[in-house]
C-alpha cells in the first residue's frame, strides 16, 4: 500500500527543515477560475526569554513568515514531487491556545495571480482579440501564457474595450465571456477552453470492492433546466436592421452518452428552451457569435458533483484542469469528468483530497479506458502538464 513520501514545503525557494518538526497540516486548493490558494498551520511555542517562536522572527531561514513570501508546496508518492501551488503568502495569523502547546500560527496565501488582482485600472484595449489581452497580461506579470486565439478582433470603430478593475477581474470577464478557462500554474498562465480530450488520470472507485474502491464518499447531481439555445438580437445602428445569432450546437466534446436535450425527449416541453442574451452596445456579428457560444459552453455542464478521496489509497495527486473516470457510481454517474477544483489536505494522521468535478451529459460512452487495476505510483496520471517551477529565488516567475 502506498504512503505519503514527500511533501516538500520551500520559503522563498529554500527547504527549511525545521518547520517540519512544527508543521501540524498543510492544505491546498487547486481550482479553474478562481485563484488556487494554501494554508499553513504551524506549531508555535512560547520563549523562555519571552515571545513566541515564528512570530518575532523576521526571516524565514529563522523560521519567520511574513505577506509576500514565496511558498512552495508538492507531495508526491515517489522521488518527483508534484508542485501544487507555488504562490505568495497573503496573511499571517497566530492562535493563542489555552493550553499553551495547542497554539498555532495559520499562513495562507495564493498562486501568482494574486498579484494580478490588487491594481485597480481603468485601461482601453483597442483592436485586440481577447486571447492577445490574456497574452499581455500574462506576460506583464512574467507570467508564460497559455492561451488559445478567440479569433474575434473588438474593433474599436465599433466597440472599444475597456477594462475597469484589477488586471485578475477584466481576464476573469473576458474568459466568461466566452467560456473558457482562467488560472495560474506555477510560473504560467492559462486562457482555453476545457480540454475534454486529454488522457484521463487514475479512475475514482466508488463501491468497486475493498481492495479497489478508493472514495470516500461522491454527491453528484444533474439538472435539466439550462437552455441549450443560444439567441442574441440587436438593432444595426446605422442600417436599423434586426440582426440575430443562434448557437445550438455544444463548441465542447461529449464527456457522457446523454446531453440535456436528450434528457428531455418525448416530454411536453420545449425540446430545446431558448435563452436571449442581451448583446454588448455596437458590437459585430462574430462578437455576437462568439458570445452566444461562451453561454453555450457554460450551459454545457449539467452534472456536477463533489467527493472525497483518500489520498494514500489513490497513491498520486488527482489535478483540477484534467479528465478522471469515476467508476462504480452506477451507469448515469459512471463515466468521463472535468475536475474544476481539488482540495489536498496533509496532516499526520493521512491525505485526503476533496474535489469537485463536472460534465455535460449522463451515462457511460462506451470508450471509457476504465482501468483493471491500480497504476504504479511512478506512471503517468493523464496530467501531461507537470507544473514547472524556480528551484530558488523569491519569485513564482522571473
Not at 494580478?116 to 508564460?144: C, H, N, R
Amino acid at each position: 500500500m502506498p504512503r505519503v513520501r514527500h511533501c516538500v514545503i520551500r520559503v522563498d525557494g529554500e527547504v527549511h527543515e525545521g518547520l517540519y518538526d512544527d508543521l501540524i497540516a498543510v492544505e491546498v486548493s487547486e481550482r479553474v477560475g478562481e485563484p488556487s490558494s494554501f494554508a499553513l498551520q504551524v506549531g508555535i511555542y512560547k520563549k523562555q526569554q519571552g515571545g513566541w517562536t515564528r512570530l518575532d522572527e523576521t526571516s524565514a531561514a529563522d523560521g519567520g513568515f511574513a505577506p509576500w513570501q514565496r511558498i512552495t508546496v508538492a507531495a508526491s508518492f515517489d522521488d518527483s514531487p508534484d508542485v501544487l501551488i507555488d504562490g505568495y503568502v497573503a496573511g499571517v495569523g497566530p492562535r493563542f491556545e489555552p493550553v499553551e502547546a495547542d497554539s498555532y500560527v495559520l499562513v495562507w496565501g495564493y498562486d501568482a495571480s494574486y498579484a494580478m488582482d490588487l491594481d485597480e485600472k481603468v485601461v482601453a484595449w483597442p483592436d485586440k482579440k481577447y486571447s492577445d489581452i490574456a497574452t499581455e497580461l500574462f506576460q506583464a506579470y512574467g507570467l508564460d501564457p497559455t492561451v488559445v486565439d478567440t479569433q474575434v478582433v473588438q474593433d474599436q470603430t465599433k466597440e472599444l474595450l475597456i477594462q475597469r478593475g484589477t488586471d485578475w477581474q477584466f481576464l476573469k470577464d473576458l474568459a466568461r465571456r466566452v467560456g473558457f478557462d482562467v488560472f495560474v500554474r506555477g510560473g504560467a498562465g492559462y486562457f482555453r477552453p476545457a480540454e475534454l480530450s486529454r488522457t484521463p488520470q487514475k479512475d475514482l472507485a466508488v463501491h468497486v470492492g475493498t481492495l479497489g474502491t478508493n472514495v470516500t464518499w461522491f454527491e453528484p447531481r444533474v439538472v435539466g433546466d439550462l437552455p441549450t439555445k443560444i439567441a442574441m438580437a440587436r438593432a444595426n445602428p446605422l442600417t436599423k436592421a434586426i440582426e440575430k445569432v443562434e448557437v445550438s450546437e455544444s463548441p465542447l466534446r461529449a464527456l457522457g452518452e446523454r446531453a440535456g436535450d436528450a434528457l428531455r425527449e418525448g416530454r411536453q416541453i420545449p425540446a430545446q428552451p431558448v435563452a436571449l442574451a442581451a448583446p454588448e452596445p455596437l458590437v459585430t456579428d462574430q462578437a455576437m457569435e462568439a458570445l452566444a457560444t461562451g453561454i453555450r459552453r457554460r450551459n454545457d455542464w449539467i452534472v456536477t458533483g463533489e467527493g472525497e478521496l483518500d489520498g494514500t489509497l489513490y497513491g498520486r495527486a488527482l489535478r483540477a484542469d484534467g479528465v478522471v473516470l469515476i467508476k462504480g457510481a452506477g451507469e448515469s454517474f459512471s463515466g468521463r469528468y472535468y475536475v474544476t477544483e481539488v482540495t489536498h489536505r496533509i496532516t499526520p494522521a493521512g491525505y485526503t483530497q476533496r474535489f469537485k468535478v463536472t460534465r455535460n451529459g449522463l451515462g457511460v460512452q462506451g470508450d471509457e479506458p476504465f482501468q483493471s487495476g491500480d497504476a504504479e505510483p511512478g506512471e503517468p496520471a493523464g496530467n501531461d502538464e507537470r507544473v514547472e517551477v524556480r528551484g530558488a529565488g523569491r519569485e513564482v516567475a522571473p
